[in-house]
């Protein structure tokens, strides 16, 4: 039927092409598009990570150098933060390189409402899977940071000694006050751990506390060029010298124009994705607008007081709480905790609680066998040594023993050398 | 004077916009279009009711911020955040799949009806068939949206009070500006809606089934919703079209977080792109025999 072939369509004249040929063509256009679609996708980025621009050479110490004077006050962007640290439901205190082992039974124990608004257990979330922050930076007073979630937001901001915690999930904010000097009282945990929390979350504060730790147990050298948020940056590798290490190698992308870290990157020595990656995908060190930091609680907003909510719930949870409340590093915790010690330096430092009086509930739940106990068995698996016998836990960074009797070895290092520690310690 | 050019080879542009005229009347005025813009009106009538009976005796307590549909929380304290809630509770399935059933049915209803070889005989060009029955469908993408939106900022209006709109952020904007911004919202939720109107209209192309058309478009988009769920699938599910669709909510954080949006709105670009060059190649090429 000739009169319906498409060579018949007004408007469409093609010379003297033979439909089949035509159609052919035609069908390439989208094909082509796509094509070019696939390639740009494919392709861009690979240019951008490949992007290694030419810097004059630096040395390792000069590097170091240059992110400890770095004094930028004064910044705004958008950082990634991706974790794969092989347990999702791992407490969050780990992946700031602290012995947070207690932060899971406190962030249990807190089940009480507004507790959903309340930083510690925002924050955690962070420590496993992806998320974006916005973070904001004017000078040591004036911080914001913002977890942006699907159709959510959650944002801290400080200002001078207010803290503010907004969740729109719930619409509650959450008000603290922060302190002027004072390290002590009873209010220690929230002023305290608050705006270190909120800076844990920048690139600059983990690097730094990378470099803190490093000494005869760490190689840093200098490892060539990177691109990161569209800024020219030095790569400084971090490994640990120590076998027992579980921790691969530990990269932080540094400005090359002002020193300030924008991308860390913790990849365990078992290979694999990175176990911890923060970075800036955008940064501008531009004053951020004022009004960033100034917030008042919207209205029909619930606002619980921050402070005040923290006493009950320290009361209430009794003293066994309030010693994980101060997790701030490995020294408070010693302080606080009679049955801890840290055995070893560096990165195979392994921290010991003993059992029993000790403050992980874990340790004593086992003990009694029961449901508990089966659990645990489903997770860890048995280990024994001269130590006796107890159970693994491993991650892809931390792995902890707990023995039988109660005590626990935790440490960024290899199964074996906890077992060592056990031995040694018996 | 019209008439007299119209029966030339190359129409004046007017002579389109006259077609694309009497398309989206003919659309429009089908019982099946209506049938579809009631059911999505209803939709925000039947949240606000939920949540009015919700929280009618337990004061604005806000019942939680978990589970639900994003922003019902806040509905009892403002009505327009009914518009947001309601744009979330639809944009999944209701709206793409009332995108899908006139998408499907835009090219392979007319085959099916044996109307279509009566359009083709027009001196339009099948080209320009094609782009007036996409525009169609664009159209409704738009007017779906803004159905749903409207009766929503009604519903909200009527049974909770308004006012200053907080932000995702925790900042309040005055109540005139929130309305902007629900208007932008409606706007980027009918723009998420093109890549699918042209994989729509593509298989419209490749069928002569009004009925086959529709129900391909629609569980394909129900396949690729659920694969946008799978996390094994991560690595792809940036390019599904669906993967951005609830940016949207990025319009209501204080400093407005334009990275998704972007990429949704790029994204919906390359898949009308794609789809729509495809079914023009499908549609110039083929035999209409009905």
Known sequence: MPRYEPTEVTGETDGGRSPKRRKAVRYAVPVAVAGVAAATIGLVPAFAGSGSPDLPKISAQDLIAKIAKSDVQQLSGTVRVSTDLGLPSLPGGMAAGGFGGGQGGEKGGHGQDGASAAPQSKLMELASGAHTLRVAADGPEKQRVSIVDKAAEYSLVHNGNEVWAYDSGSNTAVHSTAPDAGRHGTHKRAPKGLPGDLKNATPQDLAKKVLQAAGDTTSVTVDGTARVAGRDAYQLLIKPKQAASTVGSIRVAVDAANGVPLKFTLTPKSGGAAAIDVGYTNVDFAKPAADLFSFTPPKGAKVVDGDKQRATAQREHGKRFKDFGSRKDAKDLRKDFGGLNVIGKGWTSIATIKGAGGGLPSGKDQATAGDAGKFLDSLGEKVSGSFGSGRMFSTRLVNALITDNGTVYVGAVDKQALIHAADAAK | ?290
């Not at chain 2, 279009?33 to 009106?41: F, G, I, K, N, Q």
């Not at chain 2, 009618?56 to 955040?81: R, Y």
């Not at chain 2, 998420?192 to 042209?198: H, V």
């Open chain 2, 1 to 290: 004077m019209s008439q007299a050019e119209g029966v030339l080879r190359r129409p004046r542009p007017l002579w389109s916009l006259g077609l694309l005229r009497s398309e989206i009347t003919t659309t429009f005025r089908r019982w099946r279009t209506l049938a579809l813009l009631a059911v999505l009106a209803g939709v925000p009538v039947l949240v606000g009711i939920a949540v009015k009976i919700e929280t009618g005796d337990g004061g604005p307590g806000g019942g939680g911020g978990q589970g639900g549909p994003a922003f019902i929380s806040q509905v009892t304290h403002n009505g327009l955040f009914l518009v947001f809630t309601s744009l979330a509770v639809t944009l999944p399935f209701f709206l793409p799949m009332s995108i899908g059933v006139i998408a499907g049915d835009s090219l392979a209803g007319e085959a099916h009806g044996g109307t279509l070889r009566y359009l083709l005989v027009a001196p339009a060009g099948r080209t320009r068939l094609l782009l007036v029955k996409y525009a169609t469908t664009l159209t409704f993408c738009l007017v779906a949206t803004l159905v749903v939106a409207l009766s929503a900022l009604a519903t909200g209006a009527l049974l909770f009070p308004l006012g200053e709109v907080t932000l995702l952020s925790g900042t309040s904007i005055s109540f005139g500006e929130g309305l902007l911004r629900a208007l932008a919202i409606a706007v980027v939720v009918a723009l998420s809606l093109i890549g699918l109107a042209a994989v729509g209209l593509f298989v419209s192309t490749l069928t002569s089934s009004g009925i086959a058309a529709m129900a391909t478009t629609v569980g394909l988009l129900i396949t690729v919703q659920i694969l946008d769920t799978i996390p094994q699938l991560s690595a792809v599910q940036p390019y599904l079209f669906p993967h951005y669709w609830l940016s949207f909510a990025d319009l209501l954080r204080d400093p407005v977080y334009w990275d998704q949006l972007q990429k949704n709105l790029g994204l919906q670009a390359l898949y009308a792109a794609v789809f729509g060059s495809a079914a023009w190649a499908r549609f110039t090429t083929r035999d209409i025999t009905a």
